[in-house]
């Protein structure tokens, strides 16, 4: 089974490094392949070397040619690669890796590939896995989901490799809600570490976010169980408790008031804005995310934020 990844960012990169280890044939598809062909470095992650397996094209028809396909831009700008597909991508696998919620549909990347590319199968790797750990082979376990069981499994065993250990399940929308909505509680995180709040503020801002990120899933047709996994708890530790996350870094520089560069891709703060939306049209009570979705707005301070939600009325857990 050949392999293409599209998006030679730091987790397509990553993800092409780590499929080739295992001795597949990788082919990586970038928007421009100038500088990952001069240096067979990605510059969104320098100081790794591509192995020679790995091939570099700019040619997305080429990439087509792969039985698997490995979505890795992010969430924004899935459907614009998807568009630029010319030709079917019948019984192809498409196995989304962005974490987000696409802003003009307020769906996720499985509903997305579902609509622009109903001939293929669409399915979702995610869970707690930072680029660079991946590319330095260092273990790591996630979730490869997909509504057809016997796609997941064939998917499974495609893409696990001696350090990569993929979980199969079949809930697809739970897997790809807790891989977006815990970038959403990072960036809360970070923002109270960086007004100076301590360890116990944080602890509790993830776990009133996992019972949103649960409260979301569960009305969105997801099952319980998936949060509690790789894709959502796994995830949702990861990132809240390091500084290697960019989410979590853009809302530390939010409590300490300090700019952030804005080419660096920090899906929270979009995938809050859906959440907000998606929130009012479903009526759903979800105070964390709309709070981050101000604070990343610029339309509340942190610590205004902080004060708000703990003057909320007292009530059962
Ligand atoms: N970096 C990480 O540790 C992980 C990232 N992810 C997810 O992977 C997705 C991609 O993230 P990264 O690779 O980290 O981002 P990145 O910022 O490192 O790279 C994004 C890449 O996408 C390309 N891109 C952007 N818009 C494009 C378009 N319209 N057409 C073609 N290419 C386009 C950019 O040129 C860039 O190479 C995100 O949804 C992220 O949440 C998931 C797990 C880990
Ligand atoms: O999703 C990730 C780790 O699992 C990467 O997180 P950041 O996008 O916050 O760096």
């Known amino acids: 089974m050949s392999i293409a990844v599209i998006g030679a960012g730091a987790f397509g990169t990553a993800l092409a490094i780590s499929i080739a280890r295992s001795g597949a044939e990788v082919t990586l598809w970038a928007r421009d392949t100038s500088a990952l062909q001069s240096t067979r470095q990605s510059l969104r992650l ?13 040619d997305l028809a080429q990439s087509a040619l792969a039985d698997t396909l490995l979505l890795a831009t992010p969430m924004q700008s899935l459907s614009t690669v998807l568009d630029q597909f010319d030709t079917p991508l019948s019984g192809k696998a498409l196995v989304a890796c ?6 003009n549909t307020l769906t996720g990347p499985a509903e997305v590939l579902s609509r622009l590319k109903p001939e ?37 065993h495609q893409l696990a490799t001696p350090a990569l250990r993929l979980y199969r399940s079949t809930d697809v929308i739970g897997a790809e809600l807790g891989g977006a909505l815990k970038n959403v509680i990072a960036i809360a995180c970070g923002a109270c570490i960086g007004q100076g709040m301590g360890d116990s503020t944080r602890a509790a801002l993830m776990t009133r976010g996992f019972a949103e990120m649960t409260r979301l899933a569960i009305h969105l047709g997801a099952r319980s169980e998936t949060l509690s996994g790789l ?3 796994g995830d949702l530790a990861l990132t809240c408790m ?15 008031e300090k700019p952030f560069d804005p080419t660096i891709t920090v899906e929270g703060a979009k995938t809050a804005e859906a959440v907000t939306r998606l929130a009012q049209q479903i009526g759903l009570d979800m105070p964390i995310c709309q709070m981050v979705h101000q604070l990343s707005t610029g339309s509340v301070s942190v610590t205004d934020a902080i004060r708000t939600l703990l003057s909320r009325p007292l009530k059962e857990e």
Not at 133 to 146: E, K, S, V
């Open 46 to 58: 320098p100081g790794v070397t591509l192995p020679e397996s790995v091939s570099v094209t700019g």
């Open 98 to 103: 962005c974490k987000g919620i696409d802003l």
């Open 120 to 156: 293929a199968t669409p399915a979702i790797l995610t869970g707690p896995s930072f680029a660079a750990d991946i590319a330095r082979g260092l273990p790591t376990a996630l979730t490869l989901a997909c509504q057809d069981e016997a796609i997941g499994r064939s998917l499974q």
């Open 242 to 256: 390091s500084e290697q996350s960019r989410n979590y870094r853009f809302g530390l520089a939010l409590g300490q």
């Open 231 to 233: 894709s959502g708890m």
